[in-house]
């Protein structure tokens, strides 16, 4: 036991030795710098530019709130000398982060950042090399490598992208493969980024899409308890966002009045990822998680925030779907216990009421409509009889939710000309409780 402290207290000491030599060092520069000339132009070599992007990241273990603060004025002063095309493609791209990735480069892309022939390429189970210095030294001597290539990526001009993509590319799938999550969060972080300057040519030219989506896919299963829940739920969401960014940027929305051939074969590849998120990661994560012991109502909350982005993208044709996704909503609404969570069933509510607006023409149908009557009716009683009489209650917010969905319903229900049916639907309901006319009130005469 003294050895680990003594290993913790070592570390600590080295630690803070580093973040006091950067703090005296870049103030140093910073001195140096205000002490020239204001109106000469002063160029700084490109080493110091690229440790002055070292410590642009409070996340890093390095960098201080002062070291971050006298990083940014430097930067600032010099930002043309920074924003050269030559520096951010050849200073960091090629010089500095190709030859600390090259020795680990992706099995599934070629060095030009084409998709290899054979994309389907199985990830290691587990990889051994993860602390090798001589086939990663971007993790361990050169760990700052990873803050300026989010720096790089974040200040590229999109212009540039299509010359120099098959020099991100390898290093980000080479970070979302790593055993280390903060080191996979940054991963994402930096893809969501970069991904927003790709165009829906590039990904199709050179096969990138459908390597991107693969790459992100293992992560959306990084659930409790194999995962830790911390690192569950700071992954999920990240990998979430950076796919639905993804299918957004390859799957854009046509621009003609009239689908031509090509326009349906990419109307139907967009259905087929979305269909996929949908099968292969939200089903069977929200089902994992509903089934562990070490189930935590944060996780359910991240994958069913993914629904109403997922709705949206497939509109209509997310009718197919309907057999999927009410269960899930179900499970939160039909509850006994939810009322615990009230951000959990608002967000359960958010979700449902992304499904009414876009697949209102089936909710109609006898078996869809008694669902959500269900749904509705279950969860409005369990919070009415929770809740005390104060404005200030937290699940008042969920009530007046409960609201706006069964306004919403029944607007959907009366547009797909099932009116009468509702209204005998409800009569027995409104008999039994009259408070349930707050739920449904665009039936209330």
């Known amino acids: 036991m003294n050895a680990i402290n003594n290993l913790f207290l070592a570390k600590k000491k080295s630690l803070n030795q580093i973040r006091l030599i950067a703090e005296l060092g870049l103030s140093s520069i910073f001195i140096l710098r205000s002490l020239l000339p204001g109106d000469e132009e002063i160029l700084l070599e490109n080493q110091t ?3 002055l992007l070292a410590f642009t990241s409070e996340s890093d273990p390095w960098t201080t709130a002062s070291c971050l603060d006298f990083s940014n004025r430097l930067i600032s002063l010099h930002q043309a000398q920074f924003l050269q095309q030559d520096f951010i493609k050849e200073t ?3 010089s500095l982060i190709r030859p600390l990735f090259v020795a680990s480069r992706p099995k599934t892309i070629t060095s030009s950042g084409y ?17 090798n ?9 050169t760990c700052y490598a990873i803050t300026v290539l989010f720096w790089a990526v974040r200040h590229i001009p999109q212009e540039e992208v299509t010359t120099a993509f098959h020099l991100i590319m390898p290093p980000l799938l080479i970070l979302l493969d790593s055993p280390n999550a903060p080191i996979q969060l940054k991963g994402l972080q930096m893809l ?30 990084y659930l409790p308890p194999i995962t830790p829940l911390t690192e569950s739920a700071t992954l999920l969401p990240a990998a979430y966002k950076a796919l639905f960014t993804l299918l957004e940027v390859r799957f854009p929305l046509p621009t003609k009045s009239n689908f031509g051939d090509k326009d349906k074969v990419v109307q139907k590849q967009k259905l087929d990822s979305l269909t996929r998120l949908l099968r292969q990661s939200i089903i069977p994560g929200y089902t994992h998680t509903s089934h ?10 991240i994958i069913l925030d993914q629904i109403p982005p997922l709705v949206s993208a497939l509109g209509i044709y997310c009718v197919v779907h309907l057999n999927a996704l009410i269960p899930l909503v179900e499970d939160v609404l039909l509850d006994p216990f939810a009322s615990a969570n009230p951000s959990l069933v608002i967000t359960a509510l958010k979700a449902l009421k992304k499904i009414i607006i876009h697949a209102w023409p089936r909710l109609g149908d006898e078996r869809r409509r008694m669902e959500v009557i269900r749904m509705l009716v279950s969860g409005w009683e369990k919070l009415q009889e929770e809740t005390i009489d104060s404005i200030e209650h937290p699940k008042k917010d969920v009530l007046e939710e409960f609201k706006i969905v069964g306004k919403l319903f ?29 739920v449904l009130s665009m039936l209330d005469n």
């Not at 210095?133 to 001597?141: A, I, N």
């Not at 959907?412 to 006319?437: H, I, Q, W």
């Open 49 to 51: 530019l690229i440790s």
């Open 92 to 94: 960091i791209l090629s």
């Open 115 to 131: 998709a290899a022939i054979s994309s389907n390429t199985l990830r290691e189970p587990y990889d051994f090399n993860a602390f």
């Open 133 to 141: 210095v001589k086939s990663k030294p971007w993790r361990l001597d």
């Open 192 to 221: 969501d980024k970069f991904v927003q300057k790709l165009t829906p040519k590039l990904l199709e030219q050179t096969g990138l899409g459908s390597v991107i989506e693969d790459a992100i896919y293992p992560i959306l299963l």
């Open 292 to 301: 562990s012991s070490e189930s935590d109502p944060i996780i359910h909350k």
């Open 410 to 438: 029944v607007k959907g229900v009366t547009k797909a000309g099932e009116a009468k049916n509702l209204s005998s639907d409800l009569k027995p309901l409104f008999e039994a409780d009259k408070s349930l006319r707050e």
